[in-house]
Nanobody, 121 residues
Framework: QVELVESGGGLVQPGGSLRLSCGVSGRIVSINAMGWYRQAPGKERELVASISKTTGITITYADSVKGRFTISRDTAENWVHLQMNSLEPQDTAVYYC?????????????WGQGTQVTVSS
């Protein structure tokens, strides 16, 4: 059983910062990738940022967050963090942690429960 636990969401004013964290626990052989997605009301879930290590380290950001958000991973502790600066009202969404986890021989996808981020004055 693999579990993802998220923390760090909340209400912040425009221009403010928040840090999201996600920890992965369970019977894990390795984690090939971790990342954050978000879903705003009435919109589809979209990739915000991801960090993978299948062939070297690859970091991907959505164009809308480049230069404002930074993803990092603590591989020793199976944690991924998303530092969000210069937040804008359009960043308001439920943010979901995602992980590609190798259990025994198969790679499976797991999601966190979601954490609300609201940017409003």
């Amino acid at each position: 059983q693999v579990e993802l636990v998220e923390s760090g969401g909340g209400l912040v004013q425009p221009g403010g910062s928040l840090r999201l964290s996600c920890g992965v626990s369970g019977r894990i052989v390795s984690i090939n990738a971790m990342g954050w997605y978000r879903q705003a009301p009435g919109k589809e879930r979209e990739l915000v940022a991801s960090i993978s290590k299948t062939t070297g380290i690859t970091i991907t950001y959505a164009d809308s967050v480049k230069g404002r958000f930074t993803i990092s991973r603590d591989t020793a502790e199976n944690w991924v963090h998303l530092q969000m600066n210069s937040l804008e009202p359009q960043d308001t969404a439920v943010y979901y942690c995602h992980a590609k986890v190798v259990e025994r021989v198969n790679e499976n996808h797991y999601w966190g429960q979601g954490t609300q981020v609201t940017v409003s004055s």
